[in-house]
């Protein structure tokens, strides 16, 4: 077989293309344990099969405890925890003793980390403060007169004390303290319920000028929540010129906005009088810690919170645990010969099947390929690499072999059709057993949308008979037979968290297909177009 041909073809550009970029994904590197030993490491997120973790139960305080609210609770946590940076963990919902609870399983040990995360309620207020000694006017739509006397604050007719909250024109009001000398009240300007997005991306810790260090990211906010944020900053005074106009109050002290997490205030940060000017739908929120690693946690902790929202209801850590992963090499050693073993077995029945020992090497090489760019281009940025992927893998390997064997036969065929003829049909039937295995993992993934997407092709199926006038009894029949299908499984109405420890393998054997069609098929037929270039036949 001659190279130059073969160095022309886009197709194998592509497959070297993407084995680079797997590699520089992957990013191997020398590495030193604790006894002095080096080794090799990559960029492999590995679950807690392969590295261990963290284990909690977490019980659910509500009125009613049913496995509704407690997939509630399990839909936001995972949206915290995958905010937060620890993707594919692994969430479900357990009864225990008629009760429901959550199984929450990361790949990480830290487990004062992960429990501050999980535990939080995740109510997001920023409020801006309002001091009244005797008398003071506060507006909004309308104008409301705050008098103070004997710790009390007067406002509408109604009478408040410190622990008070109340609302006025659609805003809310908080009565903190009474110093003696005057009441704090603060007005909320937005909640975590009116922030739309979390500029994530946009996030910087620094060094602050105080010591220690400090984060900032921007949030957008509703239309709505911007308007009121500019009502209640017109409260205040504007002290400075420019970039450095800031928001003061009447005594001189600075307008802070302080920005609190089910109650507790975590930073507060000076107004900058743009806020009175203009309706400003994108401020920043900011906070900081002792060291920029702690600065960088608090704001990945405080991200993850604004973009899962609250809880459904008050939740508690009733147990937490180390997942030991004594057994983690072990996993990934026996994996890994697995799928040599697998690989140098295919390769020796493929000699036994075509005698040709050029035809070996190509199907090998691109189903070592396939594994390759699984584990830099998926198991390195989009989820973590545990037992169940490792299965789908070997399964993604498999179809593979079958499909590669397919394009062989037709190219071992006789030669009254044309070899692009012959290649269209093996990749007929290699597309649709690519679309049967990825319709029979879907449902693995998410079975609500499988269900719905069954329905409405049985309907569409039926629609489609009987506008055609063509109503074949067979196609009719089963359109009806998938819509009682979904109906029928929509009545069970199947957990998303029952599947989790099987979502990881039908994720990676769709995608492990959805390589294969794309990527190494094609660059295999070219291998064995170009044998047959130099007339090669068996």
Known sequence: ?????????????????????????????????????????????????????????????????????????????????????????????????????????????????????VEQEGQFEARMPLHVEDETEYTLFDTHTFTRENSEVSVNGSTYSPG?????DGTRFYYVNDTGERAELEVLAYSGSDIEQVRTGEGQVGPSGGGGFQFQF??????????????????????????????????????????????????????????????IQQPSIQGGGETEREAQDNMQE??????????????????????????????????????????????????????????????????????????????????TLDLAAIAGIIAAVGTGVDDQI?????????????WKKRLKRAFFVIFTAAATTIGAMAPLINPAASNMAIGAAGLGLIGYSLYSRRASRHYIALGLFAVMVSALMMQFDPSAFALQAVRGFAITTIVGVLVGITITRPAYAKFLEHMDYEGDQS
Request: proline share 2%; aromatic share 6%.
């Open 164 to 168: 008070d909250d109340f609302e006025l």
């Open 1 to 117: 077989m001659e190279m130059k041909p073969l160095l022309k073809e886009w197709r194998i550009w592509v497959l070297a293309i993407t084995l680079l970029l797997s590699l520089m994904l992957l990013g191997p590197h020398y590495v030193q344990d604790e006894d002095g030993q080096w080794g090799i490491e990559t960029n492999i997120n590995q679950g807690l099969d392969l590295q261990g973790g963290t284990s909690l139960l977490v019980s659910i305080d509500a009125e009613e405890n049913n496995q509704e609210i407690a997939d509630q609770v399990g839909n936001v946590l995972e949206q915290r925890i995958s905010a937060f940076g620890l993707t594919q963990a692994s969430i479900r919902t357990v009864n225990l003793a008629g009760e429901y609870m959550v199984q929450v399983e990361v790949a990480d040990t830290n487990q004062t980390q992960i429990r501050e995360l």
């Open 218 to 279: 921007p949030v957008i906010i509703t239309r709505e929540a911007a308007e009121n944020v500019q009502r209640v900053a017109q409260n205040y005074q504007i002290s400075g010129i420019g970039d450095e106009a800031h928001l003061m109050m009447e005594d001189g002290e600075y307008a802070y906005l302080r920005l609190y997490v089910d109650g507790s205030m975590e930073s507060e940060l000076r107004m900058a009088a743009a806020f009175a000017q203009q309706v």
């Open 302 to 383: 405080l991200q993850a919170i604004l973009q899962s929202g609250s809880l459904p209801a008050s939740i508690q850590v009733e147990s937490i645990s180390t997942i030991s992963a004594a057994l983690g090499d072990r996993f990934m050693t026996a994996a890994l010969l697995s799928i040599i073993s697998s690989l140098i077995a295919v390769g020796g029945l493929i000699y036994v099947r075509y005698g040709d020992p050029r035809l070996v090497i190509p199907i090998v090489f691109t189903g070592s390929a396939e594994v390759f760019i699984l584990l830099g281009a998926f198991f390195s940025t989009l989820i």
């Open 406 to 418: 397919i394009i062989t036969d037709e190219r071992g065929k006789d030669k009254i059709r044309s």
